[in-house]
Each structure stands twice: as C-alpha cells, then as structure tokens.
C-alpha cells in the first residue's frame, strides 16, 4: 500500500526547497504537526544535519516505498502548482468570472493528462478529501489529494462547463462540453453521481484523432485482421465485438466503421452515448429521457435505408431480435455484446432468446478482445532462473513497470460447419472442439503468448484474462 495516499500533502513545504535535493535524498515534506515536521523517505539512512535548514521544527520520518516516493518526486513541480492554484481558488469569495484559478487549475489537470494518455479523470469526495484519480493505461493512479472544501468548486466549474445545473448534487447528470488545450480541442464527458460523502464526477476525455484510427494499425494480429476484413466485406449478416468494459470495443468498432465509411455506404450508428463524431456517418445519440431508446430507434431505423448499422450495445432480447431482423433483411449490422470469449457469446445469444437457426443464419465472425498492459522497454527484465518477466519501474513508466497497452483478441468465424452445429443445438465444448481443428486460438493462448515473448506478466495475465 503507498502510504503517500493516506495523506493531503502541504506541497507548500516543499515549494521553497530545491528539488535536486529532495531527489537526492529520497525526500518530501507531508506537512506540518504541532511538534514537528513529517517528511516521507523512501532512504534507509538520512543526514538530518543536511535537512535541518529547511525546517523550523524537528523532523519525523515515515518510510515509503522507493517507487511509490520515485513517481511522487517526479511531477513534484506540477503538483505544486495545482496546490497554489487550489489555495488562490479558495481565497476568492464564490465562483464567478473573477475566480480564474480554478478554470487555470482544470487546465492544468486537463493538460497533464492528455500529455500522459489519461482515460479518465475521476474527482472523488472523501469524509475530509477531494481525491483526484487519474486512469493510465486502464489503471487508476491517485495523482492529488486536497482538503474537502475544494470539492464545491470544482464540482461547479464542471457543471458551469457542461452547461449543467450547479446546485444540483442529488441527483445524476450527464453532459459534455469541449475545451481547447495545446491548440487542440478535446470533448469531455461527464458523469456525476451522489454518494454517503457528496458526489462523485468523471469526465472521460474523448480525442476523436486517438479514435479514428487505421484498423491495421490497432495491434490486431495478421490472421485475426484478415478476418474481420473478410467479414467486414459482407453485404449482410451479424458481426460482435465482446469483452468487458474497459476492453476497447469501442475503438474497435470506430475502425471498423471507417474501414467500411465509402461515399457508396450510408452508415448509421446507435449508441449510449455518442462518444466520437465521424465524418459521413449518421449517428444517434440515445436519450432515455425522452424515450428515445434503443427499442424505438431500431424499430424505425431501417426506414432510413442503411446499408450498415452500428448498435453500441445489444442489451436485451428485444435490441437482440431486432439487430437478427435487420441482418437478415439485407444489412450488415455490427454491435457489442458483454460477453468474456467468442464460445460463450453463442450462449448468451441463446440466453436472450434468439432461436438457434436465427443465429447460425445471421451471426459471421464474434471477436472477443481485451487489453493487456505491456512491461515497459526501457526498465523491463527477465529472470532467467524464474523464467519470469519482471516489474522494475522506471521514470519512463512513472515507476509502475508497465507502458502501454497491447490489444489481445480471439476471432471466431462462423463457417458452415459451425452455422449447422448451432442450428443443431451441438454443445459449446464441441463447437470449440471443431473450430480447433481450423486453427481458432483462444485468447488465453494469445494473452499467454505475450507473457512468454516478455511483453507481459503472469500477474497482467490473471488480472484481465
């Protein structure tokens, strides 16, 4: 556990003292007590002689883990900042135009996480603390902790961005609002919701240049991608992409929409929400509020004459029936399923009710994926003895050992033997049992072969697979 976390750390201690010695000694000040001053070291020895200057008080230290005091020293200075910026915010009166250090410090924020491939950024209230968790790489890292009443403010100027009702913290909300950073406009959603303490936000950063990528640049293997290209070039049929949240389904998707996105293709998408905008394509925002739901957008969509339909998620039996209809009516239709491997899609198609000749006569490729994080190159090693790959941690990393995500998958192609094993009712063993015979591979045995070319641990390996 990093004892880091436990603590709303007084950067002001620290903003005076040069650095290069708090990273020479393995130091930083967590704040001040009424007898002392409480530094954190992550050094088995200290020169207390050599810290004394710094500090009116006699010192008491905690020990920390090396890494955990690594990747704290390492972005120091704009902690720093966010802390000055949090004070002068909460030194002016109320929230108004004049109170420009809060939308400085949401900046900063923004900045710094869009410089470090942040997800989402999560602003948590605690009993006594305003936590703010920043997900890297599909983790969660606590990047700043401040006392609770900075919390008003930056619930508001979130609202104020999203165009949201400030006094409202009851009650969910969800908006969105874009804001310019480096040159560079980003969309942000938002999602608030009420908890024993106050309220919990996250905003998702979306960049639609992350988004739209090349499908044969997102890491797919070379035998899954010709597959889902072959697939993709039908004129009809049913096409899912399964996983669990946090698996990247939705860039998959997104690649396989501007794989297909042709000025001879009218493409129309239905999703919860609309996360990216893409040029040429038609897309639906669904809005329960107004019964604008999955249900009565698939009953009128096919009056719109597609040609391809993107269902962001198939939810329910009905959504399931209607996305079956639209497939054997001459459309290829691709959508999502929470589903954990491509054999166990064809029972939840089942579980929803869709007959087994509907599904053999629809359903053309099931890709289950998910994302794995790689060791990093530049600190990463092996134990020969062990044969295991290990996590060192470097500032490269910000000392947590991993760099990046790897996209790890398996595809599954219905041919004929497998449509008439499905409208037969064979069990799943033996559909599995064939379709290993044509060379289907898990995604365990993917996921299992990173670990033994050393992109990836065991540990990673258990965690999402």
Do not use: W
């Not at 000055?84 to 996480?113: G, H, P």
């Not at 290209?229 to 039908?234: A, H, I, N």
């Not at 003895?385 to 990393?397: A, D, M, Q, Y």
């Amino acid at each position: 556990m990093n004892k880091l976390l436990e603590y709303n750390i007084d950067y002001s201690l620290s903003l005076n003292i040069d650095k290069k010695i708090l990273r020479k000694y393995k130091i930083l000040p967590l704040k001040s007590q009424e007898l002392s001053i409480l530094i954190a070291t992550s050094s088995k020895e200290q020169d207390i002689d050599q810290l004394l200057p710094f500090f009116n008080k006699p010192i008491q230290f905690i020990n920390v883990h090396n890494n955990d005091m690594n990747a704290e020293l390492q972005y120091l200075e704009f902690k720093e900042s966010l802390y000055t910026l949090a004070k002068e915010a909460l030194s002016v009166s109320d929230m108004n135009d004049e109170n420009s250090y809060i939308i400085d410090f949401m900046d900063k924020l923004f900045s710094f996480s869009i410089k470090n491939n942040v997800s989402d950024i999560h602003f948590e209230s605690m009993n006594t603390s305003i936590v703010i968790r920043l997900r890297i790489d599909g983790e969660l890292n606590q990047i700043f902790r401040f006392g609770i009443h900075l919390f008003p403010l930056v619930s508001s100027i979130i609202k104020y961005f999203g165009n949201l009702d400030i006094s409202q913290r009851r009650i969910p909300l969800n908006g969105r609002f874009s804001r310019e950073i480096d040159n560079i406009t980003y969309d942000m959603r938002i999602s608030t919701i009420p908890t024993i303490h106050g309220e919990s936000i996250v905003l998702r950063i979306l960049n639609n240049g992350n988004i739209q990528k090349d499908i044969n640049k997102i890491g797919f293997e070379e035998n899954t991608l010709l597959t889902i290209k072959k697939t993709l070039q039908l004129n009809q049929g049913l096409v899912l992409v399964t996983g669990p949240t946090g698996s990247g389904k939705t860039t998959s998707l997104y690649s396989m929409i501007n794989f297909l996105n042709t000025e001879n293709k009218k493409i129309i998408t239905i999703e919860d929400p609309v996360e990216y905008k893409l040029d040429g394509v038609m897309q639906v925002n669904i809005n329960e509020e107004i019964e604008l739901n999955y249900k009565s957008v698939l009953k009128n969509i096919l009056r719109q004459d597609p040609d391809i339909l993107l269902i962001g998620e198939i939810r329910d039996t009905a959504s399931l029936q209607i996305a079956i209809q639209a497939s054997l009516t001459g459309h290829l239709v691709i959508a999502t399923l929470h589903t954990n491997s491509a054999m166990e899609t064809i029972t939840r198609l089942l579980d929803l009710k869709a007959e087994p000749y509907l599904i053999s006569s629809t359903l053309k490729m099931v890709l289950s994926q998910r994302l794995l994080r790689v060791l990093c190159l530049e600190c990463k090693e092996k134990d020969t003895v062990l044969s295991k790959n290990n996590v060192i941690g470097c500032s490269s990393c910000n000392y947590v050992g991993y760099k990046n995500r790897k996209i790890v998958s398996e595809v599954l192609e219905i041919d004929d033997t497998i449509a008439s094993m499905i409208s037969s009712s064979k069990p799943i063993n033996e559909i599995l049992e064939y379709a290993k015979k044509i060379e289907f591979t898990t995604l365990k045995e993917n996921a299992m072969r990173l670990v033994d070319n050393g992109n990836t641990t065991l540990e990673e390996f258990y965690s999402k697979v």
